[in-house]
């Protein structure tokens, strides 16, 4: 059996330059067959919201939705690690509230570390949470929790200013430490001059190759959801398609009644079913 991933296995990683592969997950099912395939990290994100339930951003996911999916998952995992979002004002309100929030996410959840969104500001919050025992991946660039702000998904840190901030940021991120920090859409060239300063893991989603790590919302890399297409993304599958044809031959098949047939029924004796009185 393949050796259960840990917080200081990711960190030899990035020393050896071995890549990090994570994909999101938020039930039994799929985190199940994400840590057959061998993936290193699973994450149970918030963009549950978006592709689980269905609502236009994150920013409505609660406690009790995280704690749900990442026990979920954890079920589904023995070899991966399992990290699990904190969702929208459960940690931005006081060092406190994250500890209290992160610590139900490994307690009831099953987790083995938390991401939260944010860069220098958070320092104080991640020194707490690793104080206490838990682990903390950062998240800078597009940080969705923020979308009031963003307006909308755009790529950070193009301008030098930007680009100074995020790898200050990092930087931060990584002191106070973190033990990895996701880049979500930022020019390849930034996230290659972050993943060359920090020692930390960077895992990258639309920051380019030279990240020590790549991460992708599982919906996206398996054409699953949404037919958008993503210039972040790669499909590696498209299950849209065979789950819509399996459902189509389904109900065809049901009423041209086709299905089910003796072959998916269950038999009774002859004689129990004449016993029957069928006076009522
Ligand atoms: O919530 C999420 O899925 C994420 C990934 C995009 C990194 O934070």
Redesign the pocket.
């Known amino acids: 059996m393949a050796e259960r991933i840990t917080v200081p296995l990711l960190q030899q990683r990035k020393s050896e330059g071995q890549k990090i592969t994570a994909v ?1 997950a938020y039930d039994f099912t799929f985190a199940k067959l994400a840590d057959e395939a061998e993936m290193d990290i699973i ?1 149970v ?3 549950l919201g978006n592709v689980m339930l269905g609502y236009d951003s ?1 920013l409505p996911v609660t406690m009790d939705d995280m704690i749900r999916h990442t026990r979920a998952v954890r079920r589904g995992v023995s070899r991966s690690l399992v990290v699990a ?1 904190l969702p929208f004002l459960s940690y931005q309100t006081s060092p406190d509230d994250a500890v209290r929030n992160a610590g139900r996410l490994l307690q009831e959840g099953g987790a083995a570390a938390v ?1 939260l969104e944010g860069g220098t500001h958070m320092a104080e919050t991640i020194r707490r949470l690793v104080s206490v025992g838990i682990p903390v991946m950062g ?1 800078l660039g597009w940080t ?1 929790q923020s979308i009031n702000l963003f307006g909308r998904p755009t790529v950070q840190g193009r301008t030098r200013t930007e680009a100074q901030e995020i790898l200050d940021d990092a930087r931060a991120l990584a002191e106070a430490g973190a033990f990895a920090v ?1 880049l ?1 859409v930022v020019p390849e060239r930034l996230a290659a001059l972050v993943t060359d300063t920090v020692l930390i893991p960077t895992i990258g ?1 639309g920051a380019g190759p030279h990240c020590d790590g790549q ?1 992708l ?1 599982m919906h996206d890399l398996l054409g699953l959801g949404t037919d958008k297409t993503f210039r972040h993304a790669k499909r590696f599958a498209n299950l849209n398609e065979i789950v819509r044809n399996a459902f189509q031959s389904y109900r065809d098949e049901v009423l041209n009644e086709e299905f089910p047939t003796l072959e998916h029924s269950f038999a009774m004796d002859e004689e129990q079913l004449e016993g029957i009185d069928r006076m009522d």
């Open positions: 999101t994450l994100g918030d963009s994150t979002d991401k998240h969705p996701v979500e989603i991460v919302v």
